[in-house]
C-alpha cells in the first residue's frame, strides 16, 4: 500500500515579496506565487502523481497555492479540508513589520531567535512550539489516518507550521530545527511506512533558495 504525503509551502505572497512577517495577516500570492504553484502541480504530475484528499490552511496564499497545484493536475474540486490548525505560526506584534527593519531595531540575533528557534515566541505571537501544540495534534487525528488508509494527500500549508511537521517526520531536535528552511511552492514528497515512520523522502527541487 502506498502511504503518500505531499507537504508544499504556499508559493511567494505578496508580503513575502514586500518582506514583511506575515503570521496570521492574509495577503494573496503574487504573480510569481501563482506561477509557482503551478510548476509544483506540473511536478507532482510528472512524477505520475495524483491525490485522493488535500489540506490546507484557513488563509488565501495557502488555499489558493492548493487549488491551483490541483489545477495543474488536472484535479480541480478535490476534497480539500481547510483547517486553522494547519496556518502559519503567528507572528503576533511583528506582523506587518519589514524584516530588514526588525533586523535594525532588534538585532539579526533577536529577529533569527524568533523566526528559527523552537520555543521563543516573538512579541505577542507564537513559538515553534506554540505552532506544533495545533499542527501536530491535527496531522495525528485528521491527516495522518487518510495516509496510513492509503490515500494520497497533499497538505497546502505554511513554512512554519509544515516546519513543525517536517521537525517531527524527519527526527530534527530541538536545535537541528533552527537551520531548516522550507522554500516557496517546492514539494516535499513523503512515504511512509506502516508504522507512520518515513519510508522515504523527496524534494521536488533541488536548487532550494528559501523565501525570506
Ligand atoms: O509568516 C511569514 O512572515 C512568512 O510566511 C514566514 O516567515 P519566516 O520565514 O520569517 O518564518
Not at 2 to 20: C, D, I, P
Not at 24 to 34: A, S
Not at 91 to 106: P, S, T, V
Amino acid at each position: 500500500m502506498e502511504r503518500m504525503l505531499v507537504l508544499a509551502r504556499h508559493g511567494q505572497s505578496e508580503w513575502n515579496l514586500k518582506k514583511l512577517f506575515t503570521g496570521w495577516r492574509d495577503p494573496d500570492l503574487t504573480p510569481l506565487g501563482v506561477e509557482e504553484a503551478r510548476t509544483a502541480g506540473r511536478w507532482l504530475k510528472a512524477q505520475g502523481s495524483q491525490f485522493d484528499v488535500a489540506f490546507t490552511s484557513n488563509l488565501k496564499r495557502a488555499q489558493n497555492t492548493c487549488a491551483l497545484i490541483l489545477e495543474s493536475m488536472g484535479q480541480s474540486g478535490l476534497e480539500t479540508i481547510r483547517s486553522e490548525a494547519l496556518n502559519e505560526r503567528d507572528y503576533g506584534d511583528l506582523a506587518g513589520l519589514n524584516k530588514d527593519d526588525a533586523r535594525e531595531r532588534w538585532g539579526d540575533a533577536q529577529v533569527h531567535e524568533w523566526r528559527r528557534s523552537y520555543d521563543v515566541p516573538p512579541p505577542g505571537g507564537e513559538s515553534l512550539k506554540d505552532t506544533a501544540a495545533r499542527v501536530l495534534p491535527y496531522y495525528i487525528q485528521h491527516i495522518l489516518p487518510r495516509v496510513m488508509g492509503g490515500e494520497r494527500v497533499l497538505v497546502a500549508a505554511h513554512g512554519n507550521s509544515l516546519r513543525a511537521l517536517v521537525m517531527v517526520l524527519d527526527g530534527m531536535t530541538t536545535k537541528t530545527i533552527a537551520s531548516l528552511e522550507i522554500a516557496t511552492g517546492i514539494p516535499l514528497v513523503y512515504h511512509l511506512k506502516a508504522d507512520t515512520t518515513v519510508e522515504s523522502k523527496l524534494i521536488l527541487d533541488k536548487d532550494i533558495d528559501a523565501a525570506d
